[in-house]
């Protein structure tokens, strides 16, 4: 069984520790996290790599619904795996019964956001540089306003001094509770492994996915 990943670079460091862990023979190819902020990319992205992509017998894909790039997706050469979730947080939170109302006015981080890159750090640095920093911090109470956590999602047994003080210091600049919630890669564990069931699917060779065949869960 020949099998290639087609993953977001922000879960990398997380789905290689898997992969080598369980030892399992496939290749992988990954795109840019920023796609996540244009949906209608994503998907042309994500189906020029799957028609790319011949002579396998399955393609895995880490992606979720992600704003709607996952419809309309056709599998092109052979079957694609894909987990039914909303978008990566739903991915390693889907056994957290109050997720959906932590969306409502919470912030998302973990240490496979960071140390892939921290964008709220890297956006605040650049708007203090332009602005100086009152007039930045102003812009970010203006656009956080309606939230009030910063959730880590924890993923690992113990939380990295690093990747600590990083969601401790987006929480102190935003005047916002920083929150600890447990989280996993148990979903993507699975993915990987090809272990199919109720929140993994398979799409046919020469399927589309559609709305009726992406019921996400979490």
């Known amino acids: 069984?020949?099998?290639?990943?087609?993953g977001c670079e922000i879960l990398k460091n997380e789905l290689i520790e898997i992969i080598e862990k369980d030892r399992l023979e496939m290749d992988a190819v990954w795109l840019d996290e920023d796609l996540h902020n244009h949906p209608e990319k994503l998907k042309v992205e994500l189906q020029t790599k799957i028609d790319e992509l011949d002579g396998y017998d399955e393609v895995i894909l880490s992606y979720g619904l992600c704003g709607n790039a996952l419809l309309g997706?056709?599998?092109t050469h052979c079957d694609l795996i894909y987990p039914l979730?909303?978008?990566?947080i739903c991915g390693v939170m889907c056994g957290c019964e109050t997720l959906s109302e932590m969306r409502k006015d919470s912030i998302f981080t973990s240490k496979a956001w960071l140390s892939t890159r921290n964008p709220f750090a890297?956006?605040?640095?650049r708007t203090v540089e332009k602005y100086g920093e009152d007039t930045?911090?102003?812009?970010?109470?203006?656009m956080y306003a309606h939230y009030n956590n910063v959730v880590y999602m924890q993923t690992e047994p113990e939380v990295d001094p690093q990747w600590k003080k990083a969601a401790e210091d987006m929480a102190e600049k935003l005047?916002?509770?920083?929150r600890y919630i447990p989280a996993s890669f148990d979903l993507y564990e699975r993915l990987l492994s090809v272990n199919e069931g109720?929140?993994?699917r398979r799409l046919k060779k020469g399927d589309t996915i559609g709305f009726d065949d992406f019921n996400t869960k979490g």
Do not use: G, N, P, Q
């Open 198 to 200: 109720s929140d993994i």
């Open 85 to 88: 979730v909303e978008d990566c």
């Open 122 to 125: 890297e956006e605040y640095r």
């Open 175 to 178: 005047e916002l509770k920083l």
């Open 1 to 6: 069984m020949k099998r290639i990943l087609i």
């Open 73 to 75: 997706i056709t599998a």
């Open 136 to 142: 930045a911090k102003m812009i970010f109470d203006m």
